[in-house]
């Protein structure tokens, strides 16, 4: 039995949890697999039928079953047990000693794969009839496919370390609070409990915000505007080198005639916070420039915008994977911009129990299942084949780090050499559990600063981590029957 998920090779599924009595109290076993283990002198052996049971804490080894799946057992003066394969051929062997009357095992490797070898894809069954949106009826499969033999920490890094709920969303059992750039990269957080009386009409209303970030992203940015549609969760972000109303109006040049598209209609409400960064000139500008298409912008006073922190939510949301995705991947600060675009991308592809079906907001807002299988992990190592553009023949790889999508085909990378991104890669391998050295960053200005986003406006210090995902803080459930608390603002 063991608590790591990603140690195996192989894995399926019980079709309801096994108990199992008597140790830890009762534990629960979710599944099993093949874990391929090495000895001291990397000979390699299978275990085989491994039993998944998260809340261990490590592994154990029932003598009786090794037995049954090729280990023979002796044990010498010192009753310190040996272990060896049943297989003739195979030297494998290791010890355990025994420390504090249990037997240990400190000599054996877990061997670590490489998911890329393997390609079985089990398609996520399920097909289900839901309402989309502006009341379209569509037959939909409720989750991406994922590759089932991915182990779940790396699925966990490819989502931007994603909370347990969206993953058990995707058919993933995943175990939070061992992840240490999770761990340190979340701050502690509890939304208040807000009742929103939620439309179900696509730009019905739109919540938007700007927060503050530095240093200066690699791309001159010192600000993101964050919009979220109330109907579908559907989020974008935009990077901003400023917030003067000419850039923010821009913006919303950019994304008004782009959203209306998409969804058919028109926008009809715009929710900023009094409290925020939509003032003083900004509000002067925007305003009326909604006003001129009839939006209605609804700006919330200082005093009641904990009601309307949803972009400000959906800010610290993203900012939490940014920063885990940082400490990952020990990328520079200056790479937030790139970061907060992945963040978005896979929130917006997350499940999420706040829409009806447990569907993803991308789902809700283009009435299709969002591809997941190609998001790799954050800012890891990649090759960038470069092939010559008369001759069709490869010439040589790049050594680059991976800093996002374009689209489901394409990648953007960071060359250090030229000290560049490259966009619309086709042709990249990705190393996922390596990153490049710190060195290869000299040349980014502000490598060195620390990334600092300000504390969030609503704060309280309560934490919330169990069993909620990220979108259902945004949007609690319609009738809830959750008072809603008077909250002191921070100034
Ligand atoms: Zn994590």
Known sequence: MTSHREF???????????EIHGINGNLQAYGYGDVIVKDVRNNQHTLLAIWYTPELDGSILSKYWTKQYGLRTTMDDHENFHFRSADPTSTFHFTATTIDKISVITDLDVIEYNPDSLTV?????????????????????KTPKINRSVPSQLMHLRLGHASEKPMRLLGISYKSGKCHPCIMGKQSQKPFPAVIEKSSIKLFRVYSDICPVTPESFGH??????FVDEATYYTWVYIIPNK?????????????????????????????????????????????????RGINHEQTSLYSSSSNGVAERMNRTLMNMVRSMILTSGLPAPFWGEALHTAAKIVNRLPTSALLDNISPHQAWFGVIPK??????????????????????????????????????????????SNK????????????????????????????????????????????????????????????????PIIPLLP
């Open 8 to 18: 195996f090779s192989n894995y399926d599924e019980f079709d309801t949890p096994v």
């Open 244 to 292: 003067s109303s000419s850039t923010v109006l821009e913006i919303l040049k950019l994304w008004l005639p782009l959203v209306e598209r998409q969804a058919g209609t028109s926008l009809i409400n715009i929710r900023t916070d009094g409290g925020g960064e939509y003032k003083g000139e900004t509000l002067h500008t925007v305003t009326p420039f909604l006003a001129e």
């Open 421 to 484: 991104i490259r966009s619309k890669m086709r042709d990249v391998t990705f190393i996922e559990d390596e990153f490049l050295p710190r060195k290869a960053f000299l040349h980014v200005p502000y490598a060195d600063r620390p990334l600092q986003v300000p504390e969030p406006r609503n704060y309280s210090e309560e934490d919330d981590e169990l069993d909620k995902d990220e979108l259902t803080e945004l949007f609690p459930k319609i009738n809830s029957s959750a008072p809603v």
């Open 121 to 141: 894809i089990v398609p996520a069954a399920m097909a289900a009839t839901a309402v989309i949106g502006t009341g379209t009826t569509a037959a939909v499969t």
């Open 372 to 417: 997941i299988s190609h998001l790799r992990v954050f800012g890891c190592v990649c090759f960038v084949k470069i092939t010559h553009p008369i001759t069709k023949v490869q010439t040589r790889s790049d050594r680059c780090c991976f800093l996002g999508y374009e689209g489901t085909t394409q990648y953007r990378v960071y060359d250090p050499t």
């Open 221 to 226: 940015g010192l600000y993101f505007i964050v």
